[in-house]
């Protein structure tokens, strides 16, 4: 049998109408109407981009490593960088430290950077981390690591922000923390700090800038 229309009444025929619509219903097929509008996209933004610095070895298989696991300090509020850049680098004698167990002072000249990366989405939502690199440089060999965490640099968030190592599974932003606390906020927010060790493939030019790329892919779910 086909479909049959719905005939619409004015607001004093409200009556009328719902009688009309219960004879209808009784020997004919109704068509009604779901809608809804998915999440949006997660947003990320790149906050402070990764620099090994500019005392790099410039001899073929030079290794220079960074790593960014002494610098993080969470607290109620969040979880924050340390100020002192000696806390947050650490390497060997071939990325301009002066000796392989780097000392205080050895990283305040070289301009060495850790990679940070913001992810803001609705409150609720997981996203998957995933992070390599280009492996067809021919000057160089980027292997990345990374941390996540489910707060901001800044924002404050519900709970004390969790870490996990990037790749290792599906990750859960933090949620703002709300004006009132019986009202969740609707947003949300995570922050990808990224390090690494990278190795030249061959000898480098002295005083020559270097880059390669890296994808950090989030894919939220």
């Not at 049998?1 to 109704?30: E, Q, W, Y």
């Not at 850049?85 to 060495?112: E, M, N, R, W």
């Not at 690591?145 to 800044?154: D, P, V």
Request: charged share 15%.
């Amino acid at each position: 049998m086909g479909h049959k229309p719905i005939n619409m009444k004015p607001l004093a025929m409200v009556g009328l109408l719902a009688a009309s619509f219960a004879t209808i219903a009784a020997d004919g097929d109704n068509i009604g109407t779901v809608t809804f509008k998915t999440a949006p996209e997660a947003k990320v933004t790149e906050v402070q981009g990764l620099n090994f610095g500019d005392q790099m070895a410039v001899a073929a298989g030079a290794t220079c490593i960074i790593t960014a696991t002494d610098g993080l300090k969470v607290d109620s509020s969040g979880f924050q960088l340390e100020k002192d850049a000696t806390k947050l680098l650490q390497g060997g004698k071939q990325c301009g430290a002066a000796t392989d167990t780097p000392i205080p002072g050895d990283y305040v000249s070289t301009k060495s950077k850790i990679g940070i990366f913001e992810i803001t989405g609705v409150n609720g939502q997981q996203v998957d981390l995933a992070l390599s690199a280009d492996t067809t440089d021919p000057y160089l060999q980027f292997t990345p690591q990374g941390e996540y965490w489910s707060g901001g640099l800044t924002t404050k968030t519900e709970a004390e922000p969790a870490k996990v190592i990037v790749g290792a599974s599906t990750v859960t932003l933090g949620a703002y923390r709300s004006l009132v606390a019986t009202q969740p906020h609707p947003q949300a927010i995570g922050t990808v700090v990224v390090f690494g060790t990278l190795v030249s493939r061959q000898a480098l030019e002295t005083s020559k800038e270097y880059t390669m790329n890296y994808t950090l892919d989030v894919t939220y779910l």
